[in-house]
T-cell receptor, first 115, second 108 residues
Framework: DADVTQTPRNRITKTGKRIMLECSQT?????MYWYRQDPGLGLQLIYY???????NKGEISDGYSVSRQAQAKFSLSLESAIPNQTALYFC??????????????FGPGTRLTVL | DAKTTQPNSMESNEEEPVHLPCNHS???????IHWYRQLPSQGPEYVIH???SNVNNRMASLAIAEDRKSSTLILHRATLRDAAVYYC?????????FGQGTILTVHP
């Protein structure tokens, strides 16, 4: 079984709908991350969490919210989806600070289309 | 503003070395440099990271310029399975900045 899983893998929704993307990990890592990937732009950090009680905004958090339900679960919500939130979304985990050289482990991604 | 820039694409022949550059001219003294690669329809996977010194692991080598404003990922003998998008990333507390990625094509 994969260490980092994301559900759903694909989702098509309409403008204005609320959407939740879920991420689960079995690696026992405290740190979890949500990224967005657009063609030609690399990955951009949306939110990150150092533990269940510590959640921080990344560079593009507007229009998104997150919930860390447990060490193993980190959800990303779009309260009112808009078409420019159409993208590939990745969840990642790390055992320690990436800013101290720890590697991240990525999930397979969720492809979200907002019509 | 933190910027990490990479060429859009590079090509190589199988079994030849590949040098993938990354420019991070505004890097600070404590920022790490990471490299990830992304195979088609998969999430990124870790390749290597470093701070000041050159680094080697089973996948690749990382050469970091003396002024740390640029780095180069070296694949010593490219294989067809190395065809992927390679991302350079710099990290500082609270900021993880990816480059736009280099699409590596490997010709048989």
């Amino acid at each position: 079984d994969a260490d980092v899983t994301q559900t759903p893998r694909n989702r098509i929704t309409k403008t204005g709908k609320r959407i939740m993307l879920e991420c689960s990990q079995t690696k026992g890592h405290d740190r979890m991350y949500w990224y967005r990937q657009d063609p030609g732009l690399g990955l951009q950090l949306i939110y990150y969490s150092f533990d269940v009680k510590d959640i921080n905004k990344g560079e593009i958090s507007d229009g998104y919210s997150v919930s860390r339900q447990a060490q193993a679960k980190f959800s990303l919500s779009l309260e009112s989806a808009i078409p420019n939130q159409t993208a590939l979304y990745f969840c990642a985990t790390s055992d320690g600070g990436v800013d101290r050289g720890h590697e991240q482990f990525f999930g397979p991604g969720t492809r979200l289309t907002v019509l | 503003d933190a910027k990490t820039t990479q060429p859009n694409s590079m090509e190589s022949n199988e079994e030849e070395p590949v040098h993938l550059p990354c420019n991070h001219s505004t890097i600070s003294g404590t920022d790490y440099i990471h490299w990830y690669r992304q195979l088609p329809s998969q999430g990124p996977e870790y390749v290597i990271h470093g701070l000041t010194s050159n680094v080697n692991n089973r996948m690749a080598s990382l050469a970091i310029a003396e002024d740390r404003k640029s780095s180069t990922l070296i694949l010593h003998r490219a294989t067809l399975r190395d065809a992927a998008v390679y991302y350079c990333m710099r990290t500082s507390y609270g900021k993880l900045t990816f480059g736009q990625g280099t699409i590596l094509t490997v010709h048989p």
